[in-house]
C-alpha cells in the first residue's frame, strides 16, 4: 500500500499489520486556490527567475565582507541628529511595543535632546525626532535595534560589491538598551562605549587593515556557532584577532584592560558584527531583477518585514509571533514580548536557525532536543532554499554547506517558514532580557510577496 | 543461521542468498592461551579491581586543573644544570632517533653548555649532560619534548589534590624545536621565549589567580576540539582570556603585541597546557593499589612507554609504531620519524584520538573519514575505557562523555589499543613536522603491564 498526503491512513493500515510506505504530500499553499494559481503563474517563467536566483545566490555568498571600522554613527551613516533608528520595518510610534517605545525614550535623552521620557516622547509624537529603520539608513541592530548619531558602530565592506554595513557594538547581557532596558546603568554604557571603547576598536581595526569576516564565520560554523543564539565561537576568534592590533594602538593600560574584560566577557559579542556583515552579503542580492530569494527579514516588535531580491527595498509585512522557548528563573510565557530585532538578517544568509545541526547545543537551549532534531530543522529549512552555502560547512554534515537562499516561491508553496533562532526580551519596558527561543516568520509576507512578484512579472 | 567470529563465513552465507546474522565474536586476548591465563587470574580478583578502578577514575576525570603561572623550568622543576628532560619513558643516548638528538645537542648549545653539536655530543655522550624524561620531572613536553632550566614553563596546579605539573610553552608551526629543527631561528625563538614571553604570561597568569582548565577545556570539546590535533578553540578561549591580565600587566606595547601575535597566531597553542593539565589529573590516579587503570603514555621516538594506577612510576614499554596520515607537500611515509612526545598525555584522560566524534573535522584530516567514521573510533575506544568522561562531553554525541580511562585488562582482551592522533616529525635531523596522523599504542607494552599486575595481585 501507498499512503499519500495524511499519516492518519497509514498509521491505521501499520497498526494492522499491513506494509505501508507513507508518502508525505501536502497540497502546495496549503490548497489555497488563489495561492496556487499565483505560484502557477511563476510557474511559467520559471527558468528565468532560475536564473536570477542563481545570480543573487553567487551575491549572498560568495561576497567578501570585511570588517574594517568602528566611528560613530554620523560618520559612518551620516546618522543627522533627532533621528532614532530601530529594528525591523518601518514603524508607526503608537504601534510601537513597550520595550521599542522605551529604547526610543533612553536614546533620545542619551544623545541629549531631552532629560526626561516625558518630554522624549513629546519630541517623537510631534515628529521632533524621527524614526527610522536601520536597513534604510545602511544599518542592522539586535532586538529594538537602536542607533543615534553618537553611538559607535562597526563598518563592514563587502570587498566584491563596495557596498558597506554597520551595526552597534553588542552591550552584553543584563540590562541592555536592545532589550529595552533604560536605566542609568545602560547609559553609562552607552557613553563608556562612544568615548572609550569604540574609539579603541575602531583603532585597532584600521591597524589591522581589516578582518576577513567570512573566514573567521566559516571558522566558527565549523566550532559551532549557527551565529544567532550561539557566537562563543566567533566571539573567541575575533577577541584572538584583536589581541595584537589593540596591544599596538592602547595608550592607556586601563582603558585597554576595560576593553578586553568587556570583549571577553561577552560570548554574543559577535551577533551584531555578523548581522552587519549579513546585511553587506545580502545587499548585493538586492535588486536583481526577476530574483525570489529574501533578502532581508526584520521584525520590529509589532510587524515582520520582509524584502526579496526583485522588489528592491520595499517591504511585506504581517504582525510577528512571540518566540517559544526557555525563560531565565521568574519569568514564562505570558513575560514575553513579540519578536523583534534585524538579527533575523542571520537566517537570510544561512545561518540561525536553518544551520541548526551545526550547533546542536543551541538546538538543546532552544527546547528543539538533540542531534537528530537539530539536524531534522536543517533539513526541513532546505527545502525553502535554492542551495548549499559554499563556505559555512558543518563538519556534523560531512562537510555539505548550511540551506542559504530563501525563496518566496518555495516559502509559499510548502508552507514552511524560516525558522529564527532569538533572544526575547520581556514585555514590559525596563525587563530587558527574559530567556531565549525560536520563532516563525509569517507566512502572510511572503504570500504578500508572492502577489507582488506575479503582479511585476506581468 | 547465526555465524560467529571469522566474517568470511557469514558473506559467503550472504551471497549465497541464506539470511545469516554476524557476530563479531573474537577469542580474548587473540587467542594466546598464556595470555588469557593472565586475564582469567585478574578475573578471580575482578571485583576489588572495579572498585580500584572507580577510585582512579574518579581523580582521572574530576580534578581540577587551573593555570596558575609560567616560570623559568628551574624555579617551577627544580631543574638542574646539565640536565636536558625529553619525552616518553628513560631513553639511552645511542638509541635515541635523529631529531630527539639533534634536538637534545640544540638545547645543550641553547643553555650555553655548548657552543657546537659535536662538543654537545661528546657532553652527553661523558655523561656531563644528562638525559631524564620529563614524566619524571614533573613535566610533559610535545615530541621531542626537550625542557631545560631556562626554558619558561607552563605551570598547571590540580587544586582537588594539590599536585602540579608543567609544560613548555607551544614555539608554534615550522622549524621548532620539538620536532627537531635546530637552526639559529629555533635558537632565537627560544632565548625570546625566555626572556620576553614567558616572563609576560607569567605575570598575567598570576594576575588572573588562574585560569579553570577543566571548564576551558569542556567548552573547547564542545566546540570541536580534540585537544591533540585540533586546539582552535582552546587555544582562542584562553587567548580571549589572557586579554585582559595582559592589557593590565603589559608595560611595553612592542613587546605585548609581539605575544599577542604570537598568541593568537598559533591554532595549537592550547596543546601544552592541556598536556600539563592531563598530567596534573592523571598523577593522582597514580598508586591507586589494584587500578588497571593507565595514568601515562609516552613515547620518546624509540619507545613507547605506558605506566599503570597500581603499578607507580615503571615503565612498560615496547618499540614505538610509526603514524600513518597526510604528509604535508613533498613528504611521504618514508620520510616520517616514528612516534615521538609526551603528548598521548591527552588521549589518557579522555581526548585526542578516543573523542575523534567530538571533532569529525579532524577525523577527516587525518585520513580517518567522515562523521560515521569518528563515532566508530570513539564506539571503539569506548571498548577499553571504563566510563564517560563526566565534564568532557559531546553536543554530536547528544551530551554524552567522551571514553576515558584506558583499563589494561581490556586492551590486552580485546587486542584494541589506544588511537593517538598525533603530529608527524622528518626522521632526518632537521626537518620539522611533515605531517599529523594516527597511531596506535603497541599490545606489547600492555601485556608487559598485566603481567606485573598479575605478579602483584599475587
Known amino acids: ?33 488563489r495561492v496556487v494559481r499565483l505560484l502557477a503563474r511563476l510557474e511559467a517563467c520559471r527558468e528565468r527567475i532560475d536564473r536570477a536566483n ?96 553618537s553611538m559607535p558602530v562597526f563598518v563592514v565592506e563587502n570587498r566584491r560589491h563596495g557596498n558597506r554595513a554597520c551595526t552597534t557594538i553588542n552591550e552584553g547581557l543584563g540590562k541592555v538598551l536592545r532589550f529595552g532596558a533604560t536605566d542609568d546603568t545602560v547609559v553609562a554604557r552607552l557613553r563608556w562605549l562612544a568615548t572609550e571603547a569604540g574609539p579603541l576598536l575602531g583603532a585597532a ?30 566571539s573567541s576568534l575575533l577577541a584572538r584577532a584583536l589581541m595584537k592590533p589593540l596591544a599596538e594602538v592602547a595608550r592607556d593600560g586601563a582603558a585597554h584592560a576595560r576593553l578586553a574584560a568587556f570583549v571577553a566577557g561577552n560570548d554574543q559579542f559577535f551577533l551584531n558584527i555578523a548581522m552587519a556583515a549579513g546585511k553587506a552579503l545580502a545587499d548585493p542580492a538586492t535588486g536583481v531583477p526577476g530574483s525570489t530569494l529574501v533578502t532581508v527579514m526584520a521584525r520590529n516588535g509589532t ?14 509585512t504581517a504582525p510577528v509571533l512571540t518566540p517559544v522557548g526557555l525563560y531565565f528563573a521568574g519569568f514564562g510565557p505570558d513575560d514575553a514580548n513579540p519578536d523583534m530585532g534585524d538579527s533575523a538578517i542571520v537566517e537570510t544568509i544561512g545561518l540561525g536557525g536553518g544551520a541548526m545541526a551545526a550547533s546542536p547545543a543551541v ?31 558543518v563538519p ?59 503582479a511585476e512579472a506581468g
Not at 510587524?303 to 526583485?310: E, L
Open 1 to 33: 500500500m501507498v499512503n499519500v498526503g495524511l499519516p492518519l491512513f497509514a498509521e491505521t493500515l501499520d497498526r494492522l499489520g499491513v506494509p505501508v510506505t507513507h508518502l508525505d504530500w501536502r497540497p502546495p499553499a496549503g490548497g489555497d486556490l
Open 54 to 149: 542563481a545570480i543573487a545566490f553567487d551575491r549572498l555568498v560568495n561576497g567578501e565582507p570585511i570588517l574594517v571600522d568602528c566611528v560613530p554613527a554620523h560618520e559612518a551613516l551620516g546618522l543627522g541628529d533627532r533621528v532614532v533608528l530601530h529594528a525591523g520595518p518601518p514603524l508607526e510610534w503608537d504601534r510601537a511595543c513597550e520595550p521599542m517605545r522605551a529604547a526610543v525614550l533612553c536614546a533620545v535623552r542619551y544623545e541629549g535632546w531631552a532629560t526626561q521620557d516625558t518630554e522624549a516622547a513629546r519630541l517623537v509624537d510631534r515628529g521632533d525626532v524621527r524614526l527610522e529603520p536601520c536597513h534604510r539608513a545602511g544599518a542592522v541592530g539586535p532586538m529594538t535595534g537602536i542607533v543615534t548619531r
Open 303 to 316: 510587524d515582520f518585514g520582509i524584502r526579496v531580491a526583485a522588489l528592491g527595498d520595499r517591504w511585506f
Open 363 to 393: 538546538a538543546r537551549f532552544v527546547g528543539a532536543g538533540g542531534v537528530e532534531e537539530a539536524r531534522r530543522v536543517t533539513v526541513e529549512i532546505s527545502e525553502i532554499t535554492v542551495g548549499e552555502h559554499p563556505h559555512f560547512r
Open 396 to 454: 556534523a554534515l560531512d562537510e555539505r554547506g548550511t540551506p542559504a537562499g530563501i525563496d518566496v516561491r518555495r516559502v509559499v508553496e510548502t508552507g514552511i517558514t524560516p525558522l529564527i533562532n532569538t533572544g526575547i526580551a520581556g514585555r514590559i519596558a525596563g525587563t530587558g532580557q527574559i530567556g531565549a527561543g525560536v520563532v516563525r516568520a509569517p507566512l502572510a509576507c511572503f504570500t504578500a510577496a508572492l502577489e507582488q512578484l506575479v
Open 205 to 234: 581595526l584600521r591597524q589591522t587593515g581589516g578582518i576577513d569576516l567570512r573566514t573567521l564565520m566559516a571558522q566558527a560554523v565549523r566550532m559551532g556557532d549557527e551565529m544567532h543564539q550561539r557566537n562563543v565561537a566567533a
